[in-house]
């Protein structure tokens, strides 16, 4: 069952149409970012990441856009596939940690109607 | 595949006995990281490693402990469970020599305290 929140925000695409995945972070010392995608009953599957000296990165389907002026980050997916259903989280890390933590976002649901 | 082992994958059991969560990973990397997920709540660091026998606490460590005899294990105990400490447990690692040292995760293990 599904144990990764009751009441997160969601966002239903087409399939085929774009996803624009939306992240507010919170500390402006923060250097690096992560996009996470999880499938229910599995465990946080790393997506594309970020520094903080960059303010866009593509993947295969995916691009990652930073504005450091607002702490904002988006992901987003293109031509979004049934497969792409899931929650998104982003993480941020902190400048200095040396362990290395993350801090994580509350989450956003992408469904995707067929 | 990040070569991270939990288990085990579901347990229930009751309130103020001892649990145990094992977290095995196959690559020798060094830090390693507990996360309870929650409904609202997103990821929440319980504890981490930086090395055999170096632990430290992260947001949520009350009522956990946690130790690191080899370098492939990572255990998780809660000494007394309470029915606050239902959760999803992850584990984690956070993969050196790729730069950014991102953190990829099991798949968790679902833990029901009556």
């Known amino acids: 069952g599904e144990s990764v929140g009751l009441h997160l925000p969601t966002l239903s695409v087409q399939e085929g149409d774009n996803s624009i995945i939306n992240c507010a972070y919170s500390?402006?010392?923060?250097?690096?970012f992560i996009w996470y995608k999880q499938e229910s009953g599995k465990g946080p599957q790393f997506i594309i990441d970020?520094?903080?000296?960059?303010d866009k990165r593509q993947g295969q389907r995916v691009t990652v856009l930073l504005n450091k002026t607002v702490k904002h980050l988006s992901l987003q997916i293109a031509a979004t596939q049934p497969g792409d259903s899931a929650v998104y989280f982003c993480?941020?890390?902190?400048?200095?940690?040396?362990?290395?933590?993350?801090?994580f976002g509350s989450g956003t649901r992408l469904l995707v109607r067929p | 595949d990040a070569g991270i082992t939990q288990s085990p994958r579901h347990k229930v059991t009751e309130t103020g006995t001892p649990v145990t969560l094992r977290c095995h990973q196959t690559?020798?990397?060094?830090?390693m990281y507990w996360y309870r997920q929650d409904p609202g709540h997103g990821l929440r660091l319980i504890h981490y490693s930086y090395g055999v026998k170096d632990t430290d606490k992260g947001e949520v460590s009350d009522g956990y402990s946690v130790s690191r005899s080899k370098t492939e294990d990572f255990l998780l105990t809660l000494e007394s469970a309470t029915s606050s400490q239902t959760s999803v447990y992850f584990c984690a690692i956070s993969v050196e020599g790729s730069g950014n040292q991102p953190q990829h995760f099991g798949d968790g293990t679902r833990l029901s305290i009556l």
């Open positions: 690559e020798n990397h060094r830090y």
């Open positions: 993480a941020e890390r902190r400048v200095g940690d040396s362990s290395y933590k993350l801090i």
């Open positions: 500390n402006s010392a923060s250097d690096y």
């Open positions: 970020i520094r903080s000296n960059m």
